[in-house]
């Protein structure tokens, strides 16, 4: 993400640089005829603000350096910092303090004339366009344009010279300027009304209108409009279905939020570019084939669309679902934004700040239901995928894409993301300082990145030539004729894997599994939603009663079913390695891909299933299920070159980002995986070894740790940590949780007694086990016990207090802070809510020896038995957990009123029965998960034999200490 420059801040510093400029620009808009005085006003002040905010964004480091450097030497002598501030504006603001910085920033001048020179030249072609379409646009616009009133240039980054679309709102109405030939615009605009008239029902999609010269053109302004009502609501979701099928034959991508706009009922994708997206063969991970054969058709799936809401990865957007579905409002992570700390005063610095995320254009209601209208995506995605097929089997298709062959698209071979960060980089003030060996970092990144990502240019001319077009200020374009498939890239480059591109993507398309696509719709839906414990506003699935009959050959009969499916969806190759694409919980977020190594919702968790069905099955408490040994063998083997590879990396010196320290996501969820794989007898004898090779990497990975809970962050390795000592005799383990739990004793908030710790999302600290205090309170007081070190106990103590500020009394239930409105509601899940903080009070007295743990497991018991019952059946937030808590509080003699053990085993069974495995959001999608899918319900049914000893999976680190 491009740092967001506080223009203000620096306005006089860069006016000595602008201002030139700008006269230069009004006397070239003065020679174009029919332009008049008053709309090249709008143009030069236009123009000017661009280049404010370009400069202040490439510029502001080095003049809080230059600030502070001048404070430092005493150049600056007013009495105040305020006053010394503006002094230095004053100073900044002279053409000979940029001069003197010639010497020591050598590239300075030329990379700033550059961008004023590109800019200003845009703002000219602009301004000539203006003059001679104005008939054009009176189509556009429904009659003559009149006087330009208002011009915003950068409406997306700028490319080709500093070009960039503008918005333009004149007498006669609003217009869209895009210095480029929309020639494919009207190729699709054409194609959609082809299909409209075949197709059974009501095609909601469109674009814009246009007109378009050789090398720009003008769009349709397209206002955006809330829905008036349901059936409007209904067609939009139902259009956004139709977009789906339709970019998966055209092989779109790049369609963010911005990209697309919400008018009442009618998704107007706004920008299609970047149709006829070329498919590069995946790149070999070393994680095994089936792993690649996984990524390869996540590749190829609608996903790639950029529709469907999913979570960025990059470091300026991690978390934020930035696709044209998604960016729910409520749903985005506070995003971290470069820029100027302390402005006004000699003190400034550079420094970051959370801030909200954007809010797009791209819903049809102010508060999007998009769990309630998915359905209509599905079923707009089923119904127009049936009639392209028809229209394919009629032979008619081809010759209806014929006209794009002749049209120039774009191809966006990286992230603008990691753009615009390789560009910060190189207008950092050391950078600016000494140039090359900026270049050559920005290089190796760059070259680094096309040996892991298959999209991405490796010849060195073209690596260079981005790296040129990041120093102008330009991020990199490329765009090529459909029909060769070979792109013009910056400085002049060509590069891309030639042929039509039309009929690679027919072909591609032809050959789709429509069963993986639909699946992927189905799944994906959990992206957009940040708190895994979301729940939509359905009828419970808890019967009123039980069917009764053999709880025992039920309970074998669904575990074996979902054990069997789970087997049955594996994707397996011949070298033994194994791979399953579902919904995946990640730091980031969720996001659809090949499972990871993680326990939460990957591999480890598998692992973990798979090895306790077969101790049953041995134990006689489980019906075998048929190669279910050699999922296992194949699953530790796909995890072994996981841990394999990054140790490669690690002894070649490469720097990868630490993996998270956490006990169901990260380093700590592994390590117990391993522990317990090898206490079943069941690791290949390495177990013990593996583990300690993880617990390596958790120095790194708690130093760099910010997020602190138990399931991503550091209080999640402590009891992992504190088994791996115990089993393997060697102190140090012990020694790093104590590192672990050194670091989350500094960083929590102490306040009143209470202790809570900061988070992205919830500054002033949340409650629960999974993200909040009670998770953490509880590593911390299993760190006293093992270590006898009472400052562990101390924090556990305010963690519990702050839990215990959170009960509320009338509710009888304790307060979920999630975003939810006054922070009133409550929650009863095991990842927010009475049934994490009832198992975590339950592990530290079994016995209920206090008479506290006693009344607070009656109270979390009754909380779990009134709300969470009957809406999922997964562990993370469903029925798997409340069973445990209920199942435990009832042997305790604190469960509630009228229930008893197989009385609750038997209202699971018939919801299972009568409903189906569901998972919450993903209630139609398979999600083999051990906490958010149905691993879990399957691990829970086995622990439900009365001689099961399998420890539990919602406490992390159990069963071995």
């Not at 491009?2 to 009004?26: K, Q, R, T």
């Not at 390495?686 to 910010?706: F, K, T, Y």
């Not at 739990?741 to 500054?763: K, S, T, Y």
Request: glycine share 12%; with cysteine; net charge negative.
């Amino acid at each position: 993400m491009a740092p967001v420059a506080d223009a203000e801040n620096f306005d006089a510093s860069l006016g000595c640089l602008i201002s030139p400029a700008m006269g230069g620009l009004a006397t070239r808009l003065a020679s174009i005829e029919g332009l008049r005085a008053g709309e090249r006003a709008v143009v030069v002040e236009a123009t000017r603000e661009a280049l404010r905010d370009v400069l202040h964004a490439k510029l502001g480091r080095l003049l809080v350096l230059e600030l502070n450097a001048a404070r430092v030497t005493g150049r600056l002598r007013a009495a105040t910092a305020g006053d010394r501030w503006r002094e230095f504006l004053e100073i900044s603001s002279r053409r000979a303090f940029w001069d003197d910085l010639s010497e020591h920033y050598p590239p300075l001048h030329a990379r700033v004339e550059t961008i004023l020179d590109n800019r200003c030249a845009a703002s000219v072609a602009l301004a000539r366009h203006w003059v001679r379409d104005r008939e054009h646009l009176s189509a556009l616009l429904g009659g003559p344009p009149g006087a330009m009133l208002e011009l915003r240039f950068g409406a997306g980054d700028s490319h080709r010279g500093g070009r960039t679309v503008a918005m333009i709102r004149a007498e006669g109405g609003r217009t869209v300027y895009k210095p480029r030939s929309l020639a494919v615009d009207a190729a699709l605009a054409d194609f959609i009304a082809f299909v409209a008239e075949r197709h059974a029902g009501a095609v909601t999609m469109r674009v814009p209108r246009s007109w378009s010269g050789a090398d720009h053109g003008w769009v349709e302004f397209i206002e955006h409009r809330h829905a008036r009502d349901d059936g409007e609501l209904r067609g939009f979701y139902r259009g956004i279905g139709h977009w789906l099928a339709l970019m998966r034959l055209l092989a779109g991508s790049d369609l963010h939020a911005e990209n697309l706009i919400a008018h009442g009922g009618e998704p107007v994708v706004v920008d299609c570019e970047t149709l006829f997206t070329p498919v590069f063969a995946p790149r070999v991970s070393d994680y095994g084939q089936a792993q690649d054969r996984a990524a390869g058709l996540v590749a190829r799936t609608v996903l790639n669309v950029g529709l469907l809401p999913g979570r960025g990865v990059g470091l300026g957007w991690r978390g934020i679902d930035s696709s044209a579905l998604g960016m729910l409002p409520g749903q985005q992570p506070m995003v971290a934004q470069p820029g100027i700390l302390s402005a006004g005063s000699d003190q400034a610095r550079i420094g970051t700040t959370l801030v909200a995320a954007p809010v797009a254009r791209n819903h049809p209601s102010e508060h999007p239901a998009l769990a309630q209208y998915w359905p209509e995506v599905l079923a707009g995605f089923d119904a127009m995928t049936a009639t392209l097929q028809r229209l394919d089997r009629d032979g008619v298709l081809r010759a209806r894409l014929e006209p794009f062959a002749a049209c120039h698209t774009r191809v966006v071979p990286r992230a603008t993301e990691v753009y615009a960060e390789v560009g910060r980089m190189l207008w950092h003030p050391v950078s600016l300082h000494d140039p090359e060996p900026a270049r050559q970092r920005a290089f190796e990144l760059l070259r680094k990145m096309a040996g892991n990502v298959a999209t991405a240019p490796d010849d060195p001319a073209v690596v260079h030539a981005e790296i040129m077009d990041l120093e102008e200020g330009d991020i990199p374009f490329f765009a090529g004729c459909v029909g060769e498939g070979v792109y013009s890239g910056p400085g002049g480059t060509r590069w891309g894997p030639g042929g039509n591109l039309v009929d690679q993507s027919l072909a591609h398309w032809r050959t789709a599994d429509f069963g993986l696509e639909r699946g992927v719709i189905q799944a994906s839906l959990v992206s957009a939603y940040i708190n895994d414990g979301w729940m939509p506003d359905e009828a419970s699935m808890l019967p009123e009663r039980g069917r009764g009959g053999d709880l025992d050959a039920r309970r074998r009969r669904q575990a074996a079913s979902i054990v069997q499916a789970m087997a049955d969806r594996s994707i397996r190759a011949g070298d033994g390695s194994i791979a399953w694409i579902a919904p995946v919980l990640d730091p980031t977020g969720w996001s659809v891909q090949p499972l990871q190594q993680d326990l939460y919702s990957g591999m480890s968790g598998l692992a973990v299933l798979a090895g306790a069905y077969l101790q049953e099955v041995a134990g006689g408490r489980a019906d075998p299920v048929a190669g279910l040994d050699a999922v296992l063998d194949d699953t530790l083997r796909t995890l072994g070159l996981f841990e394999a590879k990054r140790e490669r990396l690690q002894r070649q010196g490469l720097k990868v980002r630490p993996l998270p320290p956490g006990g169901y996501i990260g380093l700590g969820s592994q390590i117990w995986t391993h522990l317990l794989l090898a206490q079943w007898g069941l690791d290949g004898g390495r177990g013990i070894e593996r583990a300690e090779a993880l617990a390596a990497q958790l120095p790194v990975s708690i130093a760099a740790d910010e997020v602190h809970d138990l399931l991503s962050g550091a209080a999640g390795a402590i009891v992992p940590l504190i088994a791996l000592a115990e089993i393997s005799g060697d102190s140090r383990h012990l020694g790093l949780a104590r590192e672990a739990g050194d670091r989350l004793c500094a960083h929590a908030v102490r306040r009143d007694g209470r202790a809570w710790w900061v988070h992205g999302q919830w500054p002033e600290g949340v409650g629960g086990f999974a993200h909040g205090v009670t998770g953490i309170g509880w590593a911390l007081q299993r760190l006293a016990r093992a270590t006898g070190e009472e400052r562990y106990a101390e924090v556990a103590a305010g963690a519990f207090a702050f839990e215990d500020a959170l009960f509320d009394a009338t509710e009888r239930n304790w307060r979920d802070l999630r975003n939810l409105e006054g922070g009133t509601g409550t929650a009863a899940a095991w990842c927010h809510g009475s049934v994490g903080i009832g198992l975590a009070h339950l592990d530290l007295d079994p016995a209920l020896a206090d008479g506290r743990t006693r009344a607070l497991v009656r109270d979390a018991a009754l909380a779990t038995h009134r709300l969470g019952l009957g809406w999922n059946h997964c562990a993370c937030h469903g029925d798997a957990s409340a069973w445990e808590l209920l199942d435990r509080a009832i042997a305790a003699g604190e469960g509630p009123d009228g229930m008893h053990r197989d009385r609750l085993l038997d209202l699971l069974l018939t919801s299972l029965e009568e409903h189906g495995p569901s998972c919450g959001l993903a209630r139609d999608a398979f999600v083999p998960g051990l906490l958010p899918g149905v691993g879990g319900v399957a691990y829970q049914l086995l622990r439900a034999h009365p001689d099961s000893r399998l420890p539990t999976i919602l406490t992390p680190g159990g069963g071995l200490v």
